[in-house]
């Protein structure tokens, strides 16, 4: 099995502790996360060869971050050093009615202000297997959407399969920009992640009857919208997260997969949510180590929303469970028992 890369930013999160607003107590908790990064944590804890892409500074946050990944067996070798600021975000855990607040510090970053000659996509691609980036990381700038479009051919032409979530972030471009740049490298994408946003957002495609804030999902209207993104890219497989949100304490989380052929809907599960950064990232590693680990699409889109819920039961970004949790989950345990 060949490794997997990904590519993109990961950032100093600052939070308040538990459910405390801002500055309600003096004291934040300090951890690391980012889209891919989160993708490669959650690869490596279920025992996969993973290598993760950046830029950070030489001093002594960046190293921290560099050392964060690696105690989870996370590959660094291949992340850039330089500039002179990681990117920070502090996050503001909601609760019940009161929804979850980011705020983002990210401007001239290392990965922001990185440029395409820093990274040598043909050597990172050898033994690879798989590359996995989001609509988060050339959302940073346009030298982000070169950079990605060069790993994107690089992937390509080293036979390594490729797979996007869209994760569209109206605070980092426009719907125009990012359909634009997305229009671009999703022609490269075999495999294309989304939920009941981003699709309408970045490609204008909505699930008909559905109302996300009201708590009105169609299942009919998701498979519309897969097969129209599989219709305009060419995907092979198109994996979709369905959330309800009843408040930010409790979710219904399920899940879709399209191969082209076949609608695979997972089983539907409750969440409690303790923090739910990262939900998608989770997914997306579980539903990586299902299609690499050879899973029929309904067994990868039970392992994909499995794995994504546990996630939900965990504090910071990085999703700390291992595959026979997930196992254990999709295969109908969901009792919470204690495990002596």
């Known amino acids: 099995m060949g490794r997997i890369v990904t590519f993109g930013e990961i950032m100093l999160r600052l939070s308040p502790n538990g459910y405390y607003r801002f ?29 993760f892409v950046t830029k950070l500074p030489e001093h002594a946050i960046g190293q921290a971050a560099v050392n964060n990944l690696r105690y989870f067996g996370v590959d660094t070798s291949y992340i850039v ?21 980011c705020i983002y510090d990210r401007k001239h970053s290392a990965i922001q202000e990185a ?8 050597k990172i691609f050898e033994g690879a297997e798989w590359f996995h980036f989001t609509g988060i990381t050339p959302a940073l700038g346009e030298n982000l959407v070169e950079i990605c479009l060069e790993a994107c051919k690089a992937a390509r032409a080293h036979g390594v399969k490729i797979s996007c979530d869209l994760n569209y972030r109206s605070k ?11 229009t671009v490298l999703c022609e490269y994408v075999d495999v294309c992640i989304s939920n009941e946003e981003d699709a309408k957002d970045v490609f204008g495609i909505e699930a008909e009857g559905s109302d996300i804030y009201g708590g009105k999902l169609n299942n009919e209207g998701y498979k519309s919208v897969a097969r129209q993104l599989a219709e305009k890219f ?10 309800t949100s ?17 609608y695979c809907f997972s089983k539907q599960y409750h969440l409690r949510i303790v923090d739910r950064v990262g939900g998608g990232d989770s997914f997306g590693g579980g539903l990586i180590y299902a299609l690499i680990s050879g ?9 994909a929303v499995a794995a994504s819920a546990l996630k939900h039961s965990v504090e910071a970004d990085f999703n700390r469970v291992t595959v026979d949790e997930v196992k254990k989950l999709a295969g109908g345990d969901g009792s919470g028992r204690v495990q002596r």
């Open 23 to 51: 500055l309600q107590n003096d004291q934040l908790q300090a951890t690391f996360g980012g889209g891919e990064a989160n993708v490669s944590v959650s690869l490596a804890n279920y025992g996969l060869d993973t290598a």
């Open 81 to 101: 050093r330089g500039g002179d600021r990681i990117g920070i975000y502090y996050m503001e855990k909601g609760a019940s009615q009161r929804g979850s607040v």
């Open 115 to 122: 440029s395409a000659s820093d990274f040598d996509w043909d």
């Open 172 to 182: 980092l471009w426009t719907r125009e920009q990012a359909r634009k740049a997305m």
């Open 234 to 243: 060419g995907f092979e497989k198109v994996a979709i997260t369905l959330r």
């Open 246 to 262: 009843i408040s930010a304490s409790d979710n219904d989380w399920q899940g879709m997969l399209y191969d082209g052929k076949d």
């Open 295 to 303: 899973y029929t699409t309904q067994e990868a889109i039970e392992f």
